[in-house]
């Protein structure tokens, strides 16, 4: 595995890197099969990029977030922009026929969306909450790079 660097207290190349081995290991599943990232044209011009797509079929989005433990406020923010951007290019490009899903790497994360009005919008809108499990040593780095992050942004500081 290619070893992963953080350049930066708040670069997110640890994330990113984990990312990429959620995509893997959910092309592995038999209910899944093989994804790429790939840029979409949603409508002439407007072009926009999802983690993992699958041609199907049936046609798979998906959307990726690596992070251990609860989600804070802002993050579940940018994964509900997320799943309605997978929700657009169902409806706009695959007529609402495809399998969406917000894929996730730890059950404490994936649970802090599921609850709530969240987890009732994501269920009523047919994106799918998915977990995905990253080996020991990519999780390691995540959480070293969340904590960096912690560090970097004293809580009360923008």
Not at 96 to 122: C, I, K, P, Y
Request: charged letters at 25%; proline letters at 5%; zero cysteines.
């Amino acid at each position: 595995m290619t070893e992963l660097i953080s350049a930066h207290v708040s670069d997110s190349a640890d994330q990113r890197a984990a990312e990429l081995v959620a995509v893997e290991a959910l092309s592995l599943a038999p209910d899944v099969g093989r994804l790429v990232p790939t840029r979409l044209e949603l409508a002439r011009g407007v072009f926009v990029h999802v983690d993992a797509y699958r041609a199907g079929p049936p046609v798979v989005l998906a959307e990726v977030f690596a992070h251990q433990g609860p989600l804070k406020g802002g993050q579940k923010h940018k994964l509900m922009s997320d799943a309605f951007k997978l929700v657009a290019v169902s409806a706009r490009i695959f007529e609402g026929n495809a399998r969406m899903m917000l894929v996730l790497t730890d059950v404490v994360a994936a649970d802090s969306l599921r609850r709530g009005w969240r987890g009732e919008a994501l269920q009523a809108l047919g994106v799918e909450v998915r977990i995905v499990a990253i080996p020991a040593e990519v999780s390691a780095r995540v959480l070293a790079a969340q904590l960096r992050e912690r560090m970097s942004n004293p809580e009360g500081e923008p």
